[in-house]
């Protein structure tokens, strides 16, 4: 099966910018996930979506980030304005949520951003 | 809230010498824990869960809840496994958010 794509895969932008990513994760997949790793630390979740509705949110700096699943396929994730210490590797995950080993997560390559 | 620890960054081994990398966690309930692994210019990817018991490219991880310890073993090291490990929790079984550790980075030395 084909796995979670992201793009881009790389994105150099100054602060105060807008930038973009774009997450379509595996064919089914009802969960989706969002995180942010950055340099020498490990994931952070973000935002969860289950289907098109948000799970889990609470990480989520909403002053200037924001995410949609709309349908319940693919997913953007925003940030508006970027900061500095925003420079990080944006993953996006996917899993069935089905049976025992539902809580798979599949991860894509990720986006690596640099805020200049 | 959950929390998930990996108290080395680096960890070098000889190939053929055993492996163990080191993780603990805490968490008031019935945690499910996770081992992912990233190879080199490769995607995360789930190498183990403890719910599974079984042993995956050789290495095994069991659950202390005594210790609140889920620490990653293998007895003979090779090269291929050089990659970075995470250690990850999810604090129930219905909701599947992964708490990850900070990593740790694992050299086989040939």
């Known amino acids: 099966e084909a796995g979670v794509a992201q793009s881009p895969r790389y994105k150099i932008i100054e602060k105060r910018q807008s930038v973009a990513f774009w997450c379509n994760p595996i064919?089914?997949?009802?969960?989706l996930y969002w995180y942010q790793q950055i340099l020498g630390q490990g994931p952070k979740l973000l935002i969860q979506?289950?289907?098109?509705?948000?799970?889990?949110d609470s990480q989520l700096p909403k002053d200037r980030f924001s995410a949609e699943r709309l349908k319940g396929v693919d997913s953007t994730l925003k940030i508006q304005p970027a900061k500095l210490e925003d420079s990080a590797v944006y993953l996006c995950?996917?899993?069935?949520?089905?049976?025992?080993?539902?809580?798979?997560?599949?991860f894509g390559p990720g986006t690596r951003l640099t805020v200049l | 809230a959950q929390r998930v620890t990996q108290p080395e960054k680096l960890l070098s081994v000889f190939k053929g010498a055993p492996v163990e990398l080191k993780c603990n966690y805490s968490y008031s309930g019935s945690p499910e824990l996770f081992w992912y692994v990233q190879y080199s210019r490769q995607r995360l990817q789930l190498l183990l869960r403890?719910?599974s018991r079984e042993s995956i490219k050789g290495f095994t991880a069991d659950l202390n809840k005594g210790e609140t310890s889920f620490h990653l073993k293998k007895p003979f090291a090779q090269e291929e496994d050089s990659a970075m490990y995470y250690c990850a929790l999810s604090a129930n079984f219905g909701n599947e958010k992964l708490t990850f550790g900070t990593g740790t980075r694992l050299t086989i030395i040939p």
């Open positions: 064919s089914g997949h009802a969960t």
């Open positions: 995950a996917s899993s069935s949520g089905l049976g025992r080993g539902g809580n798979e997560q599949f």
């Open positions: 979506f289950q289907n098109n509705g948000v799970v889990d």
């Open positions: 403890h719910i």
